[in-house]
């Protein structure tokens, strides 16, 4: 009887060892504060030196020797502090406030969780194009709902979450949740006109949304209340976790009265219906975040929330790697890589590798405050929109710039003839010089569409055009109007064509009011123009609101700032200010003044350099105000250690 309960003390004795070790040899996951510019390979402190050159080894290492013990000494007393500051933190606790286990990384079902919103995100993106200002609103509409049911249930996670089969349960329903927002996602349309097919689809769709909205707040609902039964025992945990699961319960009600507001038989209330889902997000965000406020056990302090949201970051990247990708596919369809467009992959490359980079190498655990830890959570939702409409922009610019390319010649084929350029030729070109306009013409026409030419697209060039080309080649109008109708009509269709080529259209519109198809013909391509300007605008806007955003989280998250490093965020803000102004190149009264520098520049492969060159700037500055702290830190160090010899 003796031996069984002995074994068991044996193999619980042996885990526990096993748990220690892991434990104490547990990757920490700080980012050093010093990047060195290059790194030796040679392991650190190796036992096993080579027996020749023993004295230039030393001496050519001798710095490295030293910044390496440098480094550890850090990084020790940075390991020091953090457990200083776990402790004060424990004694924060007030009496009565219970002492919560904290997970110091992220676990494996809540990176399982993320992957739904990639999912999510990247199937939205791929059957959304931003088109014009609705579209934009309907996008981000959508991702802000997705964003905000993402932080409520991390939220809980990085404070309570735990792994037992209630909060696997509870997991899996929040992957419906998330499931159910995809099977949402491609109808979801917050501008639609009234009595129409696409008024119903979407209005059905919201209903669907917003039951799927309650679902997700009833859950969290739920986990609330467990945890409010375990710690119901202390007394200052109570109203606080009342108020988590209230709020919570609250929103849920919220949303289940908007389903009303959807009803297709109703369709004025939409408006109000889609406006109250984000005033409940405003106020449930808010009133969580107070309430964790005003007592210890429920901060952010010591939580996995900095990388859950630094993962989220990288996420949100990676759909702008992804997007870009797609891109170079679509612009590498003929084979063809000009100077402009490799410039602009490359720019597009670096402007993702750069924002990376600002995001963290200033991201710190160090603890900042309540509040301000708070506020810095909350910034990143602005903060990630940015992001993603930098991404998208730059990716739809890049399309832009092949499609100039490939549209450029197709004009001076069609008009840059006798009869377009002088006003004294008012007879259309006849015998000879027409048939070798219209050769000239084709030809240019045939060698943009026919690189395209694929199993996909057995016949990429425009419809119809072959027979109007014959048409005119063989004299077939009637008048000097009908010659300029018909040219104008060719070189619509073929810009129409190449957009077509991308899969870019003009958005659906009623143009019955139009007087002819050259009118309908050129109102489609003025509104495939004002695409790209509407992208042109966002994508500049989002560049410098990403650099004031990642400015204003430095700000927050660092606690110790020095006139230098104020400095570098003064220019920071300079930078991205001048950014969001060059939008401003879009303005309705510049287009009327027929700028021809803003027009030069909007149509060149400078748009996506420009945000390169200014994030780099950046880069550089801010190495070289660390440079310039660590220098002090380092002479200070010397005089302290000298004076104390």
Request: aromatic share 12%; with cysteine; glycine share 6%.
């Amino acid at each position: 009887m003796g031996i069984l309960p002995d074994a068991l003390k044996r193999v619980t004795a042996v885990q526990q060892v096993f748990i220690t070790e892991k434990d104490e040899t547990s990757f920490p996951h700080k980012k050093p504060k010093y990047t060195p510019l290059i790194k030796s390979p040679l392991k650190q402190n190796s036992r096993h030196q080579p027996d020749h050159g023993h004295r230039k080894i030393r001496s050519a290492s001798v710095d490295a020797v030293h910044e390496s013990e440098e480094t550890q000494q850090e990084e020790q007393e940075e390991e020091e502090e953090e457990e200083e500051e776990e402790e004060r933190e424990i004694e924060l606790l007030e009496e009565g406030e219970p002492e919560l286990h904290r997970a110091r990384e992220t676990s494996v079902v809540q990176l399982f969780y993320d992957l739904f919103f990639v999912a999510n995100l990247t199937t939205f993106t791929s059957v959304h194009e931003i088109n014009d200002t609705d579209s934009l609103r309907s996008y981000l509409g959508f991702f802000v709902i997705l964003w905000a049911t993402w932080f409520q249930v991390a939220k809980y996670d990085v404070r309570f979450g735990n792994d037992s089969a209630f909060e696997r349960l509870c997991k899996a329903l929040q992957f419906g949740v998330m499931v159910g927002f995809a099977v949402t996602g491609p109808n979801f349309n917050v501008t639609y006109e009234i009595n129409t097919s696409d008024a119903v689809r979407a209005l059905q769709t919201d209903q669907t949304l917003t039951l799927i909205l309650m679902a997700s707040r009833l859950i969290l609902a739920v986990q609330y209340l467990s945890v409010y039964w375990w710690l119901k025992e202390f007394p200052r945990a109570r109203t606080p976790l009342i108020v988590h699961a209230a709020t919570s319960l609250g929103a849920a009600l919220i949303f289940l009265g908007m389903y009303f507001s959807f009803s297709p038989s109703s369709p004025g209330n939409t408006g109000l219906g889609i406006i109250g889902w984000y005033v409940a997000f405003v106020f449930e965000a808010a009133i969580i975040l107070f309430a964790s406020g005003q007592v210890s056990f429920l901060s952010f302090i010591h939580t996995p929330m900095v990388e859950r949201l630094g993962l989220l970051t990288l996420i949100i990247l990676g759909e702008g790697v992804i997007g870009l990708c797609q891109s170079i596919q679509k612009v590498g369809a003929n084979l063809s890589f000009g100077a402009d467009i490799i410039g602009q992959i490359i720019s597009g490359v670096g402007i993702i590798y750069f924002v990376w980079m600002l995001y963290y190498d200033q991201t710190e655990r160090k603890r900042v405050g309540r509040l301000r830890q708070e506020l810095w959570t909350i910034l990143h939702f602005p903060f990630h929109i940015c992001i993603l409409l930098l991404v998208e922009g730059q990716a739809t610019l890049t399309v832009w710039l092949k499609i100039q390319d490939l549209a450029t010649p197709v004009y001076p084929a069609a008009f840059n003839i006798p009869f377009f350029l002088n006003s004294n030729i008012t007879v259309p070109p006849t015998g000879t010089a027409l048939t070798s306009y219209v050769r000239n013409l084709n030809s240019t026409l045939q060698g943009v569409f026919q690189n395209f030419q694929s199993s996909q697209n057995p016949d990429p060039f425009p419809e119809g055009l072959n027979d109007v080309l014959t048409d005119v080649a063989a004299g077939n109008y009637n008048a000097t109007d009908d010659f300029v109708y018909i040219i104008n009509y060719i070189y619509y269709q073929s810009y129409s064509g190449i957009c077509g080529l991308f899969n870019i259209e003009a958005p659906e519109k009623d143009r019955a009011g139009e007087e002819s198809s050259d009118d309908a013909g050129a109102q489609a391509v003025n509104d495939i123009v004002n695409i790209f300007f509407t992208v042109y605008t966002y994508f500049f806007v989002a560049a410098g609101l990403t650099l004031i955003a990642l400015t204003l989280l430095l700000r927050l998250g660092k606690r110790e700032k020095y006139r230098t490093e104020m400095l570098g965020m003064a220019v920071r803000y300079l930078i991205g200010i001048g950014l969001a102004l060059l939008a401003l190149m879009n303005l309705p009264s510049l287009e009327d003044n027929d700028n021809a520098v803003i027009y030069t520049y909007i149509n060149s492969p400078w748009m996506l350099p420009t945000v390169l060159l200014s994030y780099l700037s950046v880069i550089i500055v801010d190495n070289l105000v660390r440079n310039h702290i660590r220098k002090k830190y380092q002479n200070w160090k010397s005089n302290a250690l000298g004076m104390a010899v």
